[in-house]
């Protein structure tokens, strides 16, 4: 009687299968062709980062002239202060130096 002779199955044979080619395919379709492919996901992540840093500014240039109208409604000192500085006013007996 001849013995069979067992040969190995390549690798590909032994790992590779229909089911798993599918599988890898349709990984590798979410992570890089979808709408949550990383590429997408991290150009939003910067975008939303950016308006936030944007909305944080406005807010915070938003309260400081919100408390400079208060200051201006209540405090005639600071409106003399303010006109003073931004429009180079003076009083008649001073003088005015500009710097730039």
Known sequence: MAEEVKTKAPWYKRW???????????????????????????????????????????TDTFDYYYNLNQ??????ERIEEVVREK???QRANEDVYVFE
């Open 16 to 58: 590779i299968s229909l089911p798993f080619l599918i599988g890898a395919a349709i990984v590798v379709y979410i992570l890089f062709f979808s709408n949550y492919s990383i590429q997408r996901l991290s150009s939003y992540n910067a975008r939303i980062a950016e308006l936030e840093a944007e909305i944080k500014a406005s």
């Open 71 to 76: 200051q201006l409604k209540t405090d005639p």
């Open 87 to 89: 429009y180079h006013f």
